[in-house]
């Protein structure tokens, strides 16, 4: 009803209500009615309807006409505004106030100040039909109250209306736009539904907008996520994931979480190609030792780098791997987890139709020593793995480091396991080593069969000689042959004829070996070995006379010949008669006895 009452009135809005009748006597209502600055007060009794104004009502009323013919506001614009009115009327249903506007008796509805008030609003009004403001009316309708013993309620209704709240009006009855998502949110919602859907386009589209924005708008899980979801799809955009959250959190003081990096590394296994592989495998590693080298950080670098090598080593990309264990060895990392290093032995292996050049691509030779080393007993498998990798024994020091470590191992006495190595190995080894002249692992290997309960065969004695004799350590040579002939073996021919090739490189040697062999200490070098050899090496030598000296002094040292002996001295003659005579092809010899200086 107010609402048709207004469409056909745009004037003064006047609600009528009928009044609570109750057992007072005499109630007055008093009625403010503010415009700007000024405030007008009518109070009236309910009796008679009779209205009073207060003071300076005449002149509030032409200073509020005035001002509301400034401001240009109207009051016909409560038309655009239904739903205002609608909830001041439900506001006084509610609330049960009784409004001087709706108790009026419809006798008083011309008299007094009151009426001119509205007089002058109307006439506003029609002068101002063309305007159509949004106009902000508040109503402050206090609840009534009734005290025992008096005789009087008041009902208090303000109504306030300015230039300055008009505007105010405006902006807070227009029609707010649908509130749009925060980009943080947006964000989070779009990376959820990609992760959801496993969408790998829509998580990298994500990622490039965070990366891209100068604030961080994914949090730390949201990183982790992506960082975990593209390791098994795009393990190139995991580790740029990776990096980003890494310096993120460097820029805040605190170190990424050290699983991530973990899963990064093992999509390592998704990759198409080694060379992908290698390319990634250099990138980690710079960035791991550019990121975690200083301090407390350097823990980091420790842990890494033997994990993403293990991770390319199971991989098969030895090759990749290598750069990355030789840098920790040689930077001599910590030993934090012994396993790496043991897994890493695992991988060694030799192909089945290699070169006797290949060598292999680990130092598997120095992680084993460094294992020892730090007292860890890796599994006697994988010792016996590394050690037949390296055949046929090329690299010396390789296989005198791994033989090394397998007998410090051996000495052990508190360990599960038992090391060993099978006597034909370390003669097959001695075999291969003693041409090289190795002495060092000539020695260890006897050592080694010696500690392992292995009788010393004639073949590890007859290896120890070479190796003396092709490194020129005569008396060493000399003593070895002696022990041989006082462990029962007797040295073969083919082996006193390789000492005395060995001897006969040089006159001086020679010279020196008849000088320590005659001389007076002299005791564990001389024997008949070694003298059939000095023999010989005078005959290689085509000296024959001094063959014939040592030949002639065998009785003067205590020394018996053998058959060894007379061998060696018929081929000196042979030597000597090939050199003074030769022989000529399709020619008849004609030699005389008188020719022969004997």
């Not at 009779?50 to 009502?57: D, V």
Request: hydrophobic content about 35%; glycine content about 4%.
């Amino acid at each position: 009803m107010l609402r048709r009452i207004a469409q056909k009135n745009p004037g003064p809005l006047i609600c009528r209500r009928a009044a609570k009748r109750n057992n007072h006597a005499a109630r007055h209502v008093t009625t403010s009615v503010s415009y700007g600055d000024q405030k007008t007060s009518y109070r009236r009794d309910r009796d008679d309807g009779a209205r009073t104004p207060t003071a300076s009502s005449s002149s509030a009323l032409t200073q509020s006409s005035e001002r509301y013919s400034s401001s240009g506001a109207a009051l016909h614009a409560v038309h655009d505004h239904h739903n205002f009115i609608d909830d001041i009327i439900l506001r006084e249903r509610s609330n049960d106030v009784v409004n001087p506007f709706l108790n009026r008796d419809k006798t008083h509805n011309d008299d007094g100040g009151f009426l001119e008030l509205f007089k002058a609003i109307s006439t506003l009004n029609n002068r101002h039909h063309d305007f159509n403001p949004t106009l902000s009316m508040s109503m402050n309708l206090p609840d009534t109250e009734i005290y025992a013993g008096e005789e009087e309620e008041e009902v208090e209704e303000a109504v306030t209306s300015s230039g300055s709240d008009i505007e105010k009006a405006e902006t807070k009855l227009q029609v707010d736009d649908p509130p749009v998502q925060d980009t943080v949110i947006s964000l989070s919602k779009k990376l959820d539904k990609a992760l959801k859907e496993s969408c790998v386009k829509s998580v990298l589209e994500a990622f490039e907008q965070e990366r891209a924005s100068s604030e961080n708008e994914l949090s730390d899980k949201q990183l982790e996520r992506i960082i975990t979801f593209l390791a098994d799809h795009d393990v190139a955009m995991s580790f740029e994931a990776t990096k980003y959250h890494a310096q993120k959190c460097n820029a805040e003081g605190r170190m990424a979480p050290l699983f991530l990096y973990h899963y990064m590394m093992s999509g390592l296994k998704n990759c198409f190609s080694q060379n992908e592989v290698e390319k990634l495998v250099v990138d980690i590693q710079e960035h791991i030792i550019e990121e975690y080298s200083d301090g407390k950080k350097a823990v980091y670098k420790y842990i890494l780098l033997p994990q993403l090598a293990q991770t390319v080593a199971r991989l098969k990309y030895n090759d990749c791997a290598r750069p990355l264990v030789e840098y920790f060895l040689d930077e001599k990392f910590p030993l934090l987890n012994p396993d790496i290093h043991e897994s890493l032995l695992k991988t060694a292996w030799r192909p089945p139709f290699a070169r006797e050049d290949w060598t292999p691509a680990l130092p598997y030779h120095k992680l084993l020593s460094e294992l020892v080393a730090c007292g860890h007993r890796p599994k006697p498998e994988a010792v016996t793995r590394v050690l037949h990798t390296y055949y046929p024994y090329r690299d010396l020091d390789a296989t005198t480091e791994i033989l090394s470590s397998i007998q410090q191992l051996h000495h052990y006495e508190d360990h599960p396991y038992t090391y060993s190595v099978d006597c034909g190995t370390l003669e097959t080894i001695s075999i291969l080593v003693s041409k090289r002249g190795s002495i060092d692992l000539s020695l260890l290997i006897i050592e080694m069969a010696e500690s392992f309960g292995y009788s010393i065969s004639e073949s590890m004695f007859e290896d120890v000689i070479l190796s003396f004799a092709a490194s020129r350590q005569v008396p060493q040579c000399l003593g070895a042959l002696v022990d041989m002939e006082t462990k029962g073996h007797v040295p073969s021919r083919e082996l006193l004829r390789k000492v005395a090739k060995k001897l006969s490189y040089d006159d001086k040697r020679l010279r020196y070996t008849q000088h320590i062999l005659t001389g007076n200490d002299n005791g564990n070098i001389l024997s008949t070995a070694t003298l059939n050899s000095l023999m010989m090496g005078y005959g290689m030598k085509k000296n024959i006379q001094a063959a014939f000296d040592v030949f002639d002094s065998f009785p003067e040292l205590g020394l018996k010949r053998d058959s060894n002996t007379v061998t060696f001295l018929m081929e000196i003659l042979y030597f000597s008669t090939k050199q003074r005579f030769g022989r000529r092809l399709y020619a008849t010899d004609s030699l005389r006895p008188e020719d022969v200086n004997d």
